[in-house]
């Protein structure tokens, strides 16, 4: 078995949308936003990415059922596997955010958790998934013909070794975080590491990788809906190789066409989002950014807690950023002592955090 080593060229297409890529997130970067409508894009992205994400694997719940089983407000009878596939990546999108807080990176024990949480049913704490056992195939949902036939299961735990290294190496190096995202999600897809849940963790782990690359455009775009408004375009894009089996040329494939659809979706999906973003900004009442600036993202993060309780606790941070008791504990006294939080309840087993007065702004 070869080395894992991408072959691809930059079209000119490819370019092109590079650089409006690299256009809209200084846009977005410079924009002010107000926290309070901040979050609500932020939310109103997860709820997109979550909808289409599953929807491309046949989900039946529409976007608004969808935020109504996030928010647990309704239940629907006889769509039970499918609340259960959204709670399940709204949970994993959860963890994708609490890795990027805590500067984490992409290892195999990172999309194994991911993976655990879309096949989880919104279970908040989980246990990292073995790779597949078995032989699995992708076949044309009306033909029943072999569409894809991955690699045999002895070769996934190699694969996803050469994967996760490749990410690490070209970390930081000449390769556009655009473009490493959009490998890692063609190699995901082809490695077909799972039995069930590839197409949806290779989503989030190419969310993941341009959220710690820093093309988050603040949380609030969303890829899964520009390949589900053309599933044809993207299954096209991704079938490449002149077989079906991956052994007969589909390992060693050039992915040039791949790249391009790729990062042509980065672009398109980006400016639908600053346009959003743009008439969001301007329904803030101040700019509060340079405020948030002077957060760390865990920080920031942690505001969304106060959006939904004037009060947080332990047991919420520990959720939040998958943290033990400990770690969790740790964190809280350490922003208290910073000013970032007060404590409104002091009882050991019960203790209470507020937002100190000179952050309750960031809210109004």
Known sequence: MTVFNPHFSISTKTANALVRIEAVRQRIDF?????????????????????????IEGNRLTHEQVGQVVAKSQHFPGRERDEAEVKGYYAAIHELEATVARKGTVTELTIQTLHALVMGGGKKRVKPTPYRESQNVIRDAATRAIVYLPPESKDVPKLMKQLTKWLKDTENKEIPCTIRAGVAHYQFATIHPYNDGNGRTARLLTNLILHLGGYDLKGLYSLEEYYAKNLAAYYDAISIGPSHNYYMGRADADITKWVEYFCL????????????????AKQGVSDQYMDLRTLDAMQR???ELFQ?????????????????PRSATALLSGWVSKGFLVITDPSRRT???GLSESYKHLLD
């Open 351 to 353: 203790r209470k955090y």
């Open 308 to 324: 939904m309780s004037n009060e947080i606790a332990s047991s919420d941070i520990q959720v939040l950023f998958n943290y033990k």
């Open 31 to 55: 924009l002010p936003i107000h926290p309070s409508i901040l979050l609500s894009l932020r939310e109103s992205a997860k709820l997109h990415s979550t909808h289409y994400s599953t929807f």
């Open 301 to 303: 993060k942690c505001l």
């Open 265 to 280: 979706g980065m672009a398109e999906s980006f400016e639908a989002i600053a346009h959003r973003a743009e008439i969001g």
